[in-house]
């Protein structure tokens, strides 16, 4: 049996494509940074499904994004990096996976799931979980490299990562005067928010990240930045969810080696800061 650790969209398509395959993952639900939910009858992917160019994973349609940048020479030193993330440039034309939510929904169907915490990995093919332990002839890693280091008592300090609070917020249409909006001054808690306004025909889906290394931001120090910044009042708040990324911007290399049947997949396998297209084509070829 194989076994596919991580049940995001890299997971989903990685264990599609092998027989005999099983998923471990510790979330209730399948797909990772864009699993989705229906608020006020739309369903809204957790994170804007956007690439640079139209793959042949996704079904697409083009969308236009005026960009505005405050401070623009600031932000990498705002998000703790000295490469912005492929995932993180933006283009004044760019492409909307518009059946992402079909897709998870799909794959998840045809896949075996076994929710649950992963506790250890041992003699390299035994999966220790909270209840359960699984034996695999081959394991594929789509979660954090790091932590699969950790498991298999592997060193690896090269390895570092900065998180993002994201706050998906829904708000009344307006013309904002941008579609994304970037913010390198370092006494302003978010770096970017990306209006989502092709998703929905009555609301704007503002989604705002936030960088963080240890912890992040009080509500108060967000939404009072959102408010000096012009971008918005808490009154204009419809409706609004929030949640952590861990391992959003990944930095370093690892130069360990690992045993054969333990392969690394995907985005956060690789530790690569991959394109969504990117991430799903290294799965498949995993």
């Known amino acids: 049996m194989k076994i596919v650790l991580g049940g995001g969209l890299s997971g989903l398509f990685l264990a599609s494509n092998k027989k005999d395959s099983l998923i471990i993952e510790n979330q209730p639900r399948l797909g990772g940074v864009f ?8 369903n809204i992917p957790f994170h804007p499904p956007l690439t640079n160019y139209s793959c042949e994973y996704f079904q697409t349609t083009e969308v236009k994004l005026r960009i505005h940048m405050k401070k623009e020479n600031y932000i990498l030193r705002k998000i703790y990096t000295h490469e912005l993330p492929k995932w993180l440039i ?10 992402l939510i079909e897709l998870i929904d799909n794959l998840s169907k045809k896949v075996k799931v076994l929710h649950t915490n992963i506790k250890k990995i041992i003699q390299n093919n035994k999966v220790i979980t909270t209840n359960n332990m699984v034996r695999g002839d081959e394991i594929f ?22 998180s993002m609070l994201e706050l998906i917020v829904i708000v009344p249409k307006k013309d904002r005067g941008w579609d994304v909006y970037i913010n390198g001054d370092n006494g302003i808690s ?6 989502a306004y092709w998703i929905s025909n009555d609301y ?43 391992d959003a911007i990944l930095i370093g ?19 690569k800061n991959f394109t969504l297209c990117e991430a799903i084509l290294d799965s498949l070829n995993c």
């Open 35 to 42: 699993t989705y939910e229906e608020i006020l009858n739309v």
């Open 90 to 99: 933006f283009n004044e034309k760019m492409f909307y996976v518009t059946n």
């Open 141 to 162: 890693v789509t979660i954090s490299r790091k932590y699969i280091a950790d498991l298999l008592g592997i060193k690896n300090d090269k390895l570092r990562s900065v």
């Open 190 to 195: 978010y770096s970017h928010i990306i209006n």
């Open 204 to 246: 704007d889906i503002l989604y705002v990240l936030i960088p963080f290394t240890s912890s992040p931001p009080i509500w108060d120090k967000i939404f009072s930045d959102l408010k000096r910044e012009n971008i918005l009042l808490k009154d204009e708040i419809l409706a609004f969810r929030s949640r952590i990324i861990r």
């Open 253 to 271: 290399e690892d130069d360990n080696v690992y045993p054969e049947n333990i392969k690394f997949c995907g985005r956060l396998g690789k530790w």
